[in-house]
């Protein structure tokens, strides 16, 4: 598993396009607090969910293997047991990040997705990792454990 | 490349501020302001529904306040603080949060006299029962725990018992119950001491105190350690949609900061006990030297008890960090080293004889000690760079008599002292001409 805090920076900084595999249509669910806000940050979202048609203005697909366009990370929000064939997928179609959200830990898909050069990450969220490290959940008052006498940008 | 380790005494200046994103400045801003702008309709909506972080309204949050925030919860080594007027509200925030109406509460008989009211006044007020226990047995702990018991609370080190309270013991009989340990850690401070490590859930503190150090600034924080299963069947007010804040399910939304959100946006949202941001200022600013005011009040508290028991008008010294003190292994486990020694903090107490040898006579020479010491401040805190005293049976417990003062801890004769940060010397000076005068 990758997670210090270098390495999530470079993944954050150079995945712009997430497949969003889970994506609720429903605004309190987690999945959708996510997404919604990788969108604000200027991510490009597409929503993977085979039981709704648009989700957060983005035309949703059934899988990750229909989506028409590169994908940088795939960011799962489904039961660690259901992971693996996502992962697969993930390498099928060359995506630089499997990234399973908190909660999930699926080990077989985390050690396919490194095996086959991409970086894995496990049990934690896209979003909140994205606000500890290019701020705003430091408003919240979380340990960022950033320490640091460089400006933010 | 594995993440470095900051020590404390980095954590205690660099923790939760980074130079300022819109101008640069190196030292904390002070964002003295009620209110933030949003930049949309939809940006409002955003933050509203807690999908973007960001501030609102300086009783939510503050980014002044949010620097002490996460400071003490990287001090802590937890996940996550809460910042609020007082240690009082801190500890009210976190207990609120936590139980509803029939919920039961099992807690250290010899707290802090301002939480044991909470306890056994405000909260049975709102039906929520307290059970009191004697702090020093883990068994009365697990003896009173009932189905009904949502919250196990004790201090780190008594206030004014300096009793040492086992955290890892007492954590246990809190888990195998499936409900967490809140410790109140103002004494030692987080340098000495850091509860979570040793099992504690939910920290609070009064940062008036040794956070602060200059006794100028009321403030207070909660710290959760983001280890606690709060999807274990026995909190549904964090798993279930939250009928305080439009449907959010704490703990599925924010992980391991869960509770911590819960209780900025369910509990210090609605009272409003929020600390200012002028006040987190100054607060930090005596964040920033924990680590070397606590040595040094280590160093002198060990050497007035030392001079205290050689001292013939000194009928009996309690404090834990005296090696043959009943508690001073457990101390010595759980406390970090000062001078090669486990820290004492600051915080002792003592009896002064007198020549009747009764409970009369000991209270008339706690007195005139109090009233003969020359710098020696008399006022009831504690963790000032001062070195202060009080005589409890006079004041703080004048209102109990004879019999609840010995059930509260409190002898006729006992002075409580916290030892500040002038020369050992001329603490010790003060101290013996004061004695000099209890028995005329």
Known sequence: MTDSISTLRRILRECRTVAVVGLSPEWHRPSHFAAKYLQEHGYRVIPVNPRADKILGERCYASLLEIPERVDMVDVFRRSADVLPIAQQAVQIKARCLWQQIGVVNLEADKLARASGLDSVMDRCVKIEHARIFGGLHWAGVNTQVISAKRPH | ?440
């Open chain 2, 1 to 440: 490349m594995a993440e470095h380790r900051f020590q404390p005494e980095t954590l205690a200046i660099h923790a939760g501020q980074i130079p300022d994103a819109a101008t640069g400045a190196r030292a904390l801003p002070i964002y003295q302001t009620t209110s933030f702008v949003f930049d949309s309709a939809e940006h409002a909506a955003s933050l509203f529904n807690l999908q973007t972080f960001g501030n609102v309204y300086s009783r939510l949050s503050n980014p002044t306040v949010a620097a002490l925030e996460e400071r003490v919860a990287a001090l802590e080594g937890g996940r996550a603080g809460l910042a609020s007027a007082s240690g009082m509200a801190a500890e009210a925030i976190a207990l609120m949060t936590l139980l509803q109406q029939g919920d039961h509460v099992v807690a250290a008989g010899a707290l802090y006299g301002g939480s044991v009211s909470m306890l056994a006044v405000n909260l049975a007020k709102l039906g929520i029962q307290t059970s009191f226990v004697d702090a020093g047995s883990p068994e009365a702990f697990a003896a009173a725990m009932r189905p009904d018991t949502r919250a196990v609370f004790a201090e780190t080190l008594g206030n004014p018992s300096l009793h040492v309270l086992d955290i890892g013991a007492v954590a246990e009989v809190a888990h195998a119950h499936g409900v967490p340990l809140i410790v109140d850690n103002t004494v030692p401070s987080p340098f000495l001491c850091n509860p979570i490590r040793f099992g504690a859930d939910i920290v609070v503190h009064s940062a008036t105190k040794y956070l602060a150090g200059h006794g100028t600034t009321l403030g207070g924080v909660l710290v959760e350690s983001g280890k606690f299963p709060w999807d274990n069947g026995k909190f549904p007010g964090m798993t279930d949609p939250s009928p305080g804040y439009h449907g959010v399910k704490f703990y599925e939304t924010f992980g391991d900061f869960g509770f911590t959100m819960r209780a900025r946006m369910e509990t210090l949202r609605v009272y409003g006990a929020a600390l200012s941001p002028m006040s987190a200022w100054q607060i930090l600013q005596g964040v920033e030297t924990l680590p070397v005011r606590m040595e040094r009040h280590c160093r002198n508290a060990l050497a007035v008890a030392h001079y205290l028991r050689q001292h013939p008008r000194v009928s009996w010294v309690n404090f834990p960090g005296l090696p043959d003190h009943a508690q001073h292994e457990l101390l010595a486990k759980q406390m970090r080293r000062v001078d090669g020694a486990p820290g004492g903090s600051g915080l002792l107490a003592f009896g002064v004889k007198s020549a009747a040898g009764d409970a009369e006579g000991g209270k008339r020479a706690g007195v005139k000690f109090i009233e003969g010491a020359q710098f020696m401040s008399h006022l009831a805190n504690i963790g000032d760079t001062r070195t202060l005293i009080i005589h409890p049976a006079s004041t703080t417990h004048r209102q109990l008599d004879d019999a609840q003062q010995l059930a509260a801890g409190v002898l006729p004769d006992m002075v409580r002292m916290s030892v500040g940060l002038e020369h050992i010397d001329d603490i010790l000076w003060d101290i013996d001409q004061a004695l000099a005068q209890t028995n005329d």
